[in-house]
Protein backbone atom coordinates (compact mmCIF):
# COMPACT_ATOMS: atom_id res chain seq x y z
CA UNK A 1 0.00 0.00 0.00
CA UNK A 2 1.34 3.18 -0.50
CA UNK A 3 1.16 6.06 2.24
CA UNK A 4 1.37 9.60 1.58
CA UNK A 5 2.58 12.63 3.68
CA UNK A 6 2.78 16.22 2.15
CA UNK A 7 5.07 19.34 2.87
CA UNK A 8 6.08 22.77 1.24
CA UNK A 9 2.77 24.74 2.75
CA UNK A 10 3.27 28.26 4.41
CA UNK A 11 2.17 31.69 4.29
CA UNK A 12 3.36 33.40 1.28
CA UNK A 13 2.31 37.00 -0.47
CA UNK A 14 0.01 37.56 -3.38
CA UNK A 15 2.62 36.77 -6.57
CA UNK A 16 4.89 34.58 -4.55
CA UNK A 17 6.13 30.84 -5.38
CA UNK A 18 5.53 27.80 -3.10
CA UNK A 19 6.41 24.49 -4.14
CA UNK A 20 4.68 21.16 -2.33
CA UNK A 21 5.95 18.00 -1.82
CA UNK A 22 4.02 15.09 -1.49
CA UNK A 23 6.40 11.99 -0.71
CA UNK A 24 5.09 8.40 -0.82
CA UNK A 25 5.90 5.33 0.89
CA UNK A 26 5.50 1.88 -0.96
CA UNK A 27 7.04 0.20 -3.99
CA UNK A 28 4.38 0.65 -5.92
CA UNK A 29 4.17 4.30 -6.01
CA UNK A 30 5.14 4.27 -9.30
CA UNK A 31 2.10 2.67 -10.86
CA UNK A 32 -0.08 5.20 -9.08
CA UNK A 33 -1.28 8.09 -10.96
CA UNK A 34 -1.49 11.25 -8.70
CA UNK A 35 -3.75 14.24 -8.20
CA UNK A 36 -3.47 17.73 -5.88
CA UNK A 37 -6.82 18.55 -4.77
CA UNK A 38 -7.60 21.48 -2.53
CA UNK A 39 -10.03 22.63 -0.20
CA UNK A 40 -11.06 26.13 1.28
CA UNK A 41 -12.65 27.12 4.33
CA UNK A 42 -16.62 26.40 3.86
CA UNK A 43 -15.82 25.29 0.29
CA UNK A 44 -15.82 21.91 -1.29
CA UNK A 45 -12.78 19.67 -2.05
CA UNK A 46 -11.55 20.74 -6.24
CA UNK A 47 -9.23 19.33 -7.88
CA UNK A 48 -6.06 21.39 -8.87
CA UNK A 49 -3.79 18.86 -10.84
CA UNK A 50 -3.09 15.51 -11.77
CA UNK A 51 -0.08 13.90 -13.28
CA UNK A 52 0.04 9.85 -14.89
CA UNK A 53 1.72 7.34 -13.32
CA UNK A 54 5.15 7.85 -15.95
CA UNK A 55 4.84 11.40 -15.45
CA UNK A 56 3.62 12.05 -19.12
CA UNK A 57 0.18 13.98 -18.94
CA UNK A 58 -0.44 16.30 -17.07
CA UNK A 59 -4.01 17.82 -16.16
CA UNK A 60 -4.54 21.16 -14.83
CA UNK A 61 -7.44 23.15 -13.45
CA UNK A 62 -8.58 25.98 -15.38
CA UNK A 63 -8.09 28.11 -11.92
CA UNK A 64 -4.36 27.34 -11.81
CA UNK A 65 -3.10 26.71 -15.46
CA UNK A 66 -0.08 28.52 -16.63
CA UNK A 67 0.85 29.16 -12.72
CA UNK A 68 1.06 25.60 -10.89
CA UNK A 69 3.15 23.04 -12.56
CA UNK A 70 3.16 19.02 -11.51
CA UNK A 71 5.97 16.41 -11.25
CA UNK A 72 7.12 13.39 -10.36
CA UNK A 73 10.57 11.95 -9.44
CA UNK A 74 9.46 7.90 -9.34
CA UNK A 75 12.93 7.20 -7.80
CA UNK A 76 12.64 9.38 -5.31
CA UNK A 77 8.70 8.28 -4.82
CA UNK A 78 7.87 11.98 -5.04
CA UNK A 79 5.35 14.31 -6.89
CA UNK A 80 6.08 18.45 -6.48
CA UNK A 81 3.71 20.78 -7.25
CA UNK A 82 5.32 24.31 -8.18
CA UNK A 83 2.86 27.07 -7.46
CA UNK A 84 3.67 30.26 -8.92
CA UNK A 85 1.99 33.96 -8.92
CA UNK A 86 -0.11 32.59 -6.07
CA UNK A 87 -3.29 34.83 -5.10
CA UNK A 88 -5.48 34.99 -2.41
CA UNK A 89 -7.77 32.50 -3.83
CA UNK A 90 -5.01 30.09 -3.71
CA UNK A 91 -5.78 29.82 0.34
CA UNK A 92 -6.79 26.17 1.08
CA UNK A 93 -5.38 22.76 2.52
CA UNK A 94 -3.48 20.85 -0.34
CA UNK A 95 -3.82 17.34 -0.75
CA UNK A 96 -1.76 14.58 -2.53
CA UNK A 97 -3.92 11.79 -3.46
CA UNK A 98 -2.77 8.53 -5.59
CA UNK A 99 -4.88 6.29 -7.26
CA UNK A 100 -5.11 2.96 -8.90
CA UNK A 101 -7.57 3.59 -12.32
CA UNK A 102 -7.30 3.28 -15.82
CA UNK A 103 -8.66 5.99 -18.37
CA UNK A 104 -6.73 8.44 -16.52
CA UNK A 105 -7.51 11.27 -19.28
CA UNK A 106 -11.24 10.60 -18.61
CA UNK A 107 -11.07 10.31 -14.46
CA UNK A 108 -8.28 12.50 -13.74
CA UNK A 109 -10.10 15.10 -11.61
CA UNK A 110 -12.72 12.62 -9.94
CA UNK A 111 -11.85 12.65 -6.14
CA UNK A 112 -13.56 9.17 -5.96
CA UNK A 113 -10.81 7.42 -8.27
CA UNK A 114 -8.13 8.20 -5.95
CA UNK A 115 -8.35 5.93 -2.61
CA UNK A 116 -4.74 7.27 -1.21
CA UNK A 117 -4.68 10.98 0.48
CA UNK A 118 -2.13 12.57 2.87
CA UNK A 119 -2.65 14.61 5.55
CA UNK A 120 -3.19 17.99 3.60
CA UNK A 121 -0.27 20.68 3.87
CA UNK A 122 -2.34 24.82 4.72
CA UNK A 123 -1.36 27.35 1.83
CA UNK A 124 -2.33 31.03 2.81
CA UNK A 125 -2.01 33.78 0.25
CA UNK A 126 -2.28 37.26 1.58
CA UNK A 127 -2.84 40.03 -0.18
Known amino acids: QVQLAESGGGLVQAGGSLRLSCVAS????????IGWFRQAPGKEREFAAA????????HYADSVKGRFTISRDNAKNTVYLQMNSLKPEDTAVYYCAAGLFELFRLYYSDYVRYDRWGQGTQVTVSS
Open 26 to 33: GRTFSSYS
Open 51 to 58: ISWSGGTT
